[in-house]
């Protein structure tokens, strides 16, 4: 048996505080015991990146964080990209350009898109590969998905 | 599939995590970014009664890139290397930092962990062969350094002793007209290596190659310091002849074994292209070009 942790962890701007087995791993917090169930588990081996969230404003793979290492942390999930009942930009694009298909992969490809258009306003083609390489969807062929993106950072450049 | 249950310690200092480590004995691991050790958890591969978390000790988070021997703590993320001005200062370092993984491992592994993990797929520990790094530890007996070479032992066995931790790691400014190329061959971004190729060489005023040092990762037990590839190239003008003798020198030095990421023959042909490819650009940042992303896969 192994002691219970507490753990104080911030997600999409509401505070949370829990006790944690030490194994217990991040997305199973988030999508358990907080219930937030647009993080989704695709692989067991750090593959497929249907599982990426913010945590302290830097893309990770929750499924290879452990519900303790985030203690203290900010997180951001699929959940905290809408605001005020409004879509985010990406969200709207991944919709309006058919950027999925079964969707399983798209908590994680908007997760990884949001930290690219952060750093880059204004993303190549080359940039969106780069800036999605950890991220595995089995449908869409990507072609789609590479459109959303840059319709989503027009839009946001034009501050839509 | 969940991990099995261990208890979770996170101590504040170097001294506390050794006596933790000490302490509890063999059933410890050592947790830093988890990039490693966890999806080995997941899949039950290893059963450590405790995790000793050494992520928030301050110390060990940190890059001097200010003196001739460069300095990098344990702790500094594959992402914060990249970022850093070492990665331009040092393009060999650049490569590696940016090409490991994918951006979401990146933002939680470490150098150290590469290390640790004793992984013979990981690149720090391949890349760091053609640096001449060294690795400091500290246990229960003090602190020593170690010499990169031989420090991983056996595949997924480095020489760590029980109890001790990687604190850094430590390598010469690479001298004016040097340059270097790490090189692999992935199946995408998150994959690790089916095989790299790591050169760091001299070029001296005549067009000769002054000094080259060639590492292979993934194409044996350990990492691969191909010494034959190295004489090869030592004191020869880089034609196409030299680059043969070398691809071929690497490729008697590999070892590689069948795997679902490739036949031995497989690998051995990425060995000599990749050593080619590595020598190539190494040569051309020598010169004092600039090639951006030779370890990079999306």
């Known amino acids: ?160 | 599939m969940y991990p099995s249950a261990f208890n979770y310690h996170r101590p504040g200092s170097v001294d506390s995590a050794i006596r933790l480590l000490s302490d509890i004995g063999e059933g410890a691991r050592v947790l830093a970014g988890g990039q490693t050790l966890i999806v080995l958890l997941k899949l039950r591969f290893d059963e450590p009664t405790d995790l000793v978390d050494i992520a928030r000790i301050p110390a060990l988070d940190r890059i001097d890139d200010q003196s001739d021997t460069i300095s990098i703590g344990a702790l500094a993320t594959h992402r914060r290397i990249a970022e850093s001005a070492l990665a331009s200062a040092v393009p060999i370092v650049g490569d590696c930092a940016n090409g490991i993984a994918d951006n979401q491992v990146r933002s939680r592994g470490t150098i150290g962990g590469s290390l640790a993990s004793g992984d013979p797929s990981c690149d720090w520990p391949s890349l760091l062969h053609t640096l001449d790094a060294e690795i400091d530890v500290q246990g229960p007996d003090g602190s020593r350094t170690l010499d990169i070479n031989g420090f991983v032992e056996d595949l997924y066995q480095t020489v760590l002793k029980p109890g001790e931790i990687i604190t850094g790691v430590r390598f010469p400014r690479p001298a004016a007209g040097s340059g270097g190329a790490y090189c692999a061959f992935k199946r995408c971004a998150p994959a690790y290596p089916t095989v790299s190729a790591g050169v760091q060489l001299t070029l001296a005023q005549d067009g000769r190659i002054g000094s080259a040092r060639v590492a292979l990762g993934s194409a044996g037990l350990t990492p691969i310091r191909a010494l034959d590839a190295e004489q090869e190239l030592t004191g020869k003008q880089p034609d196409a002849a030299a680059l043969e003798r070398a691809a071929a020198a690497a490729v008697a030095a590999s070892d590689p074994v069948d795997d679902q990421r490739g036949s031995a023959a497989f690998k051995r042909r990425l060995v000599a292209s990749l050593t080619k490819r590595a020598v190539q650009i190494a040569l051309r940042r020598a010169g004092g070009e600039t090639v951006k992303n030779s370890h990079e896969y999306y």
């Open chain 1, 1 to 160: 048996m192994s002691q219970p942790v507490k753990i104080s962890v911030k997600v999409n701007g509401k505070r949370y505080e829990r006790e944690v087995e030490p194994r217990l791993l991040l997305v199973q917090f988030i999508r358990e015991q907080l219930q937030l169930t647009g993080t989704h588990i695709g692989c067991d081996t750090t593959y497929c990146g249907a599982c990426t969230i913010l945590m302290n404003g830097l893309p990770v793979k929750s499924c290879t964080v452990l519900a303790v290492q985030a203690d203290g942390g900010e997180i951001l999930t699929v959940e905290g990209l809408e605001k005020d009942g409004k879509l985010h930009p990406l969200q709207e694009a991944f919709s309006e350009h058919h950027g999925l298909q079964c969707g399983y992969c798209t908590p994680g490809m908007l997760m990884s898109a949001f930290y690219l258009l952060q750093k880059i306003e204004e993303p190549t083609h080359e940039d969106i590969r780069k800036g999605i390489q950890g991220n595995l969807c089995r449908c869409t062929g990507y072609k789609n998905i590479y459109t959303s993106i840059t319709d989503a950072s027009k839009k946001m450049r034009e501050g839509a």
